[in-house]
């Protein structure tokens, strides 16, 4: 372990998806627990750029790209005094050199005393224990691993507003999440599941409706669970921005999902949630760390002998059932 004494400037670049994003937030609390007089910067992926807004512990966010930094680095001056990169995208590194003093980032190669190099782990770790290894390396511990996520007053106050104007008032919100990216569709639960998920809850509890959630590549197959549904669901897949949405779940007494970067936000958010995953990918690696209010559903298929090809649906309806009531229940009490 490198000792790092009182970096005044810090710069943290993570060009990733939503849910890799939000991944790194107990990261950066731990940062600026470490040096709470140092400026915090982080370069992410436009699209996903957004999802740190108005975090306590963010100087300024700008967005970046593999692209961005092989003509940015031309340009380049020392600026931080420690830079840490996610991913081993050598255009990344390269800039992070550039600018920085000291960079820190996971690579086979042997270092040198302006960059710290860190070995990926050769077995499958936890996704948050993982990408902790680089702070460690200079000293900074992480005890407090929630997700993070900051939703603003603006932001909910218009949300409850236009559930308002979508005829949703004084009803207990269930989301849903029925979709993964397309690249990973196996990790999709069947929609007939839900369907039948959700006609449970709605006889169990006849106040509740399900909001049906996710981005334009999940709007077809949330548009037809909903009209099937009719009038316990509304579809609001593709129709909201990545912030739009995170402010509609704040009003969730439930969410249920498959794993995804709206299920790292629903961890992010604290809202009691059932996330389900595939055995390629076990939510014991990867599901939200120190949420009180989380119930995880593993595939039944061990990890050792996990393949793409495993379907979602050998996780039942009766597991997923048992533990929705369980939390169900204990939000009556």
């Known amino acids: 372990m490198t000792t790092f004494m009182h970096p005044k400037k810090i710069l943290v670049i993570n060009v990733a998806r939503f849910g890799d994003t939000l991944l790194i937030t107990p990261i950066l609390r731990a940062l600026k627990k470490k040096w709470p007089e140092a400026s915090l910067d982080v370069f992410a992926h436009r699209k996903t750029a957004s999802i740190l807004e108005n975090s306590l512990y963010i100087n300024s966010i700008k967005p970046f790209s593999k692209n961005k930094a092989v003509w940015a680095k031309i340009f380049a001056q020392k600026q931080y005094d420690l830079a840490i990169v996610y991913g081993t995208d050598k255009a990344l590194v390269d800039y992070a050199k550039c ?7 996971f690579s086979h190669e042997s270092g040198d005393s302006h960059w710290l190099t860190v070995a990926p782990p050769e077995r499958l770790m936890s996704a948050q224990q993982e990408r902790a290894l680089l702070v460690e390396a200079i000293g900074v511990t992480i005890s407090e691993w929630q997700l993070d996520y900051v939703a603003t007053a603006d932001e909910i106050q218009v949300a409850k507003e236009f559930l308002t104007q979508q005829g949703i008032t004084d009803k207990k919100l269930i989301g849903f999440q ?12 069947p929609v007939r599941y839900f ?6 809850i709605c006889k169990e509890w006849p106040n509740s409706h399900i909001l049906l959630l996710g981005g334009p590549e999940g709007k077809s197959a949330a548009d037809a669970l909903a009209q099937k549904l009719g009038s316990i669901a509304t579809s609001l897949a593709g129709k909201l921005t990545m912030r739009q949405n995170a402010a509609v779940m704040t009003q969730l007494s439930l969410y249920l999902g498959v794993d995804t970067g709206p299920t790292h936000l629903a961890g992010a958010l604290g809202i009691p949630m059932v996330a389900m995953y595939h055995c390629f990918h076990p939510g014991r690696y990867l599901a939200p760390q120190q949420h009180p209010q989380l119930i995880v559903i593993e595939h039944p298929v061990d990890y050792a002998h996990a393949s793409r090809e495993e379907p979602m649906s050998k996780i039942s309806i009766e597991t997923v059932w048992t533990a929705l009531k369980a939390l169900l229940s204990k939000s009556n009490q």
């Open 195 to 200: 369907e039948e998920i959700a006609h449970r």
């Open 178 to 189: 029925l979709q993964s990216f397309p690249a990973k569709s196996y990790r999709d639960w």
């Open 99 to 105: 600018v920085s003093s000291m960079t820190v980032s």
